[in-house]
């Protein structure tokens, strides 16, 4: 390097020395510990830690602490709705028969919850043990909202078997048992095997035309025919073979002559070309005194 035309030697710089780590004595730990203790305020905080612990400890047990866990949720969900992550707003989409009170049952969420601590995957777990659901979604919306969709299964009929009435998909594999009158409006069937013969049931039902209204129900015989029950209680005993065609004719028959409007308990088409009715035991009395009163046609001899 040259300054003012001089050469000028750069001596190398000094660096400075490494000292050895002392090793921490004793003393020193005990010193900064001194120092910890005797701080301003170390004391109130001291006091303040020991206070909450025997709160706590108290809480625990007195059973004060289960009351507030029972009313408030638990203690980390309670804190998650300090800071804004409160549920504020449930969306139920794709229910059709379940009511919202059967669905937020089975979930298990309450305004108690929280949604960050909200476990997804187990609520949609239990909202498939309801019968009614086939699949179910479960989605968090931070930072307070909840949506939850259900797929149910189609409900296509009822089905009574010993008593018992159950709702049956359009398979005839049962859903659930029926505990209200929602499904009241479903297609009835009776009898072993009738569960899975409801597309049958309701072609013969179809072909009643106007008379489908006084229905109540078919009933599977020998898993071989149908009959039918009409809300008035008569019995409608149908062939084997196409019986369809024999509810037609029976329909126009009380169409044009009110057939099931007579004193009568059962009416009999399983004969092609026949109509058999049986009349109750009034009707039948009525008919056999009718009968005994009409003078009879005898010859007298020749």
Do not use: C
């Not at 449930?90 to 028969?97: A, D, K, L």
């Not at 018992?164 to 594999?173: I, S």
């Not at 209200?180 to 049931?201: I, M």
């Amino acid at each position: 390097m040259h300054v003012s035309g001089k050469s000028v030697a750069i001596a190398p710089r000094r660096l400075p020395a490494v000292r050895p780590r002392r090793r921490a004595r004793r003393g020193d730990t005990l010193g900064r510990v001194y120092h910890l203790v005797t701080r301003r305020g170390f004391g109130t905080l001291l006091v303040l830690v020991f206070a909450a612990f025997v709160g706590i400890y108290g809480s625990v047990r007195g059973g004060s602490y289960d009351v507030f866990i029972a009313e408030n949720g638990s203690l980390a969900d309670t804190i998650a709705r300090v800071f804004g992550f409160g549920l504020h707003a449930i969306t139920i989409t794709g229910q059709r028969e379940l009511t919202t009170q059967e669905i937020l049952a089975a979930s298990g969420v309450s305004e108690r919850n929280s949604l960050l601590f909200i476990n997804a995957a187990q609520m949609r777990d239990n909202l498939k043990t309801l019968p009614l659901v086939e699949q179910a979604s479960v989605r968090k919306l931070y930072p307070d909202r909840l949506l939850i969709d259900v797929t149910e299964r189609g409900a296509n009929a009822l089905w009574q078997k010993d008593g018992d009435v159950a709702v049956v998909a359009a398979d005839g594999t049962v859903i659930d048992a029926v505990k209200d009158d929602r499904f009241a409006h479903l297609p009835f069937v009776v009898g072993e095997g009738a569960n899975k013969r409801v597309g049958e049931y309701l072609k013969i039902v179809e072909a009643a035309g106007d008379m489908r209204s006084k229905i109540r129900a078919g009933v599977l015989i020998s898993q071989r025919r149908w009959n039918l029950k009409l809300n008035s209680g008569i019995d409608v005993k149908l062939p084997e073979q196409s019986p369809e065609i024999a509810v037609s004719k029976l329909a126009g028959l009380e169409r044009d002559y009110r057939v099931l409007e007579k004193d009568i308990i059962t009416v009999d088409l399983r004969v092609p070309g026949k109509l058999v009715v049986r009349l109750s035991e009034d009707a039948a009395a009525q008919r056999a005194e009718a009968l005994a009163k009409k003078p009879s046609s005898k010859r007298g001899p020749a």
